[in-house]
C-alpha cells in the first residue's frame, strides 16, 4: 500500500508540472499573440497613412487589407457582412483581370496598368495600378500564392502634361 500511495503522490507531482509548464506555455502564447496583433495595428496604421489607394486579396479573391484612400475610392464598407470579395465590390474590370492574372497565372513578376475610375463623385481619374503577388512564407519567389496587392497612384496630372504636349507637337507640325 505504501508503494501505491508513493507512486500516486509521484504522479500528482508529474501532474503539477505539467499543469504548471501548460499554464507558463498559455502565458508565453498570449504574450506572443498581443505582439503580433500591435504588429499588426502598426502595419495597419501605416497603410492607412499611405496617400494612394492600396488594396490586398487573399487566394480566393477576398479583398483582406484595404487602407482607407482605397476604401473611399471604390465605396466600400465598414460592415464585415457584406461581400468582400474582389469582383464584386471593384467594378473596374481591367484592375480585376490584372488581379486574377497575378492569382491565377502565379507570376512574381510586378505588373502595371493604366486604369480610370470614378471617384464618389462620378468624377473620372487615370490611375497606374501597379500589382504583385503576395507569397505565403514573404520570400516573394511567386509560388504558392497566397493573394496579391496593387498600389494605384493618380496619374490626372501627367496625363493632361501628355495630352498638352501632343497637342503643343500637332500645332507646331
Do not use: W
Not at 503522490?9 to 509548464?21: F, S
Not at 471604390?74 to 464585415?80: E, N, Q, T
Amino acid at each position: 500500500e505504501l508503494s501505491l500511495l508513493h507512486g500516486l503522490a509521484q504522479r500528482c507531482n508529474d501532474l503539477n508540472l505539467r499543469i504548471r509548464e501548460s499554464e507558463q506555455a498559455k502565458v508565453g502564447s498570449e504574450v506572443r499573440l498581443r505582439q503580433v496583433l500591435s504588429e499588426c495595428r502598426r502595419a495597419m496604421e501605416i497603410v492607412d497613412a499611405i496617400s494612394s489607394p492600396v488594396i490586398a486579396i487573399d487566394a480566393c479573391d477576398e479583398i483582406v487589407v484595404v487602407n482607407q484612400t482605397a476604401t473611399d475610392l471604390f465605396g466600400l464598407s465598414a460592415d464585415p457582412a457584406e461581400s468582400r470579395l474582389l469582383h464584386e465590390v471593384v467594378k473596374c474590370r481591367e484592375m480585376v483581370e490584372m488581379f486574377l492574372e497575378m492569382t491565377q497565372h502565379h507570376t512574381s513578376v510586378q505588373r502595371a496598368r493604366e486604369i480610370e475610375l470614378c471617384d464618389v463623385d462620378g468624377t473620372k481619374h487615370a490611375y497606374l495600378a501597379t500589382c504583385r503577388m503576395l507569397s505565403p512564407s514573404g520570400s516573394g519567389d511567386g509560388q504558392d500564392s497566397s493573394g496579391a496587392f496593387a498600389v494605384l497612384r493618380k496619374i490626372d496630372e501627367q496625363k493632361a502634361m501628355q495630352k498638352e504636349h501632343a497637342d503643343f507637337v500637332s500645332e507646331v507640325s
